[in-house]
Every structure is written in C-alpha cells, then in structure tokens.
C-alpha cells in the first residue's frame, strides 16, 4: 500500500468521482492564503455546499506540529511514525471555519478507511493472483533460493530479490497522465506557493 505515497488515495478519487480534493504525499499542500486549500475548499463550499477531500496517509505530515518526542519517534522499521493526518485536517477545517465564518453551521465528517481496506472480502481475481503467487514463490524456494518475492513483471511470474524490492519506491508520478486526470476530475489547483501564498 505505501505509506509515503498516494496510490489509494489517487485511484480512490478516480473511482468515485465525487472527490472535491485529493492530497497525497507526493505533491505539497498548505492551508492558509492565497491558493492554499482553505482557500479552495471555501470557493467550494460556496459553489457545492458540501466538498470531499480525501488524503493519502503520508499527506501533510511535515504541517502537523509535532512535540520532540514526535520528532524522535520511530516504527520497526526505523521509519519515523506519521502522525493522523485525517484527525489534525478536520480540527484544523473547524477551526478555519470559526474564524473565518463565525455562527455559520459547519460538519466535518472524518472516515478513516484503514481497516475497511484490509476488510474488503476477496474476490475472484484476488484468489487467482494470491495462488499465482504462493505457486510462484514455492517453485522458488523449492529450486534452492531464498531472500526473494515471487511478482509479475512484463507479464511474467519472477523472483525479485529482496534487496531490490526494499530500495525501489513506487511513488506516484505527479507529471503522469494519472495525476492529471485527478487534477482534472477534481478541478483542484496544485497548491504550488506563492510569494502571495507563503503564510502558512
């Protein structure tokens, strides 16, 4: 899935269509002034009276003020523990609104689709692939080696070594056609600062 990329966040956008938003950790956002996602999200409050945003894991993470401990913290793997993305952006929203649109009604609906993911039932193709695959990496292990990952490349069923898995990203290409068409279905801006737009 990735932590540190938007693949479930893009396709998600893409698949729904009703996504006002989508924030993923390969593109830099910010809240405040001119061009940021207050902004944005204000222009479609007025024209929709509701918007959607959906936001990758790894989105923001370098916005959200984090105590030294924070700073410090990390998961097995050594990689610094992100903190809710989705939980800080909806107090950030209330308070935004507050401010700016005082005793005017404002809800924030938060869904953190985590383990619906991984809930999903298998279907048919996910069975086919998971067998493809445990076939795949028992011939491997049978013909003497280890430290791989049986996946298709090309179309074809292949050991992958380890090494090389852990050292690729799987990133989502920001000058792809697929991050267009999400710039496009969402008709959102790229929040790329200003000198206008630098205050927060």
Known sequence: MGRSTGHIALNATLSSR??????????????????????FLDQRLRENGHAVVVVAEGAGQDLIPRTESQREERDE???LVFLDVGGWLKAELKKWWER???????????????????AVPANATDNLYCTLLAHSAI?????????????????NY???PLDEVAEARNEVDI???????????TNQPDFARTSSGMNG
Do not use: Q
């Open 139 to 155: 011939h491997g292990v049978m013909a003497g080696y280890t430290g791989f990952v049986s996946g298709p490349i090309n179309g």
């Open 100 to 118: 700016e649109h005082p005793n005017e009604l404002f809800t924030v609906k938060y869904i953190d689709p985590t383990y619906m993911i991984r």
């Open 18 to 39: 009703d996504v006002d938003c989508c924030l993923i950790p390969e593109t830099e956002f910010y809240l405040k002034g001119k061009g940021g996602l207050f902004e």
């Open 77 to 79: 793997s050594g990689n």
């Open 175 to 185: 000058r792809d056609h697929k991050w267009a068409w999400v710039r496009s279905v």
């Open 158 to 160: 292949a050991y992958i």
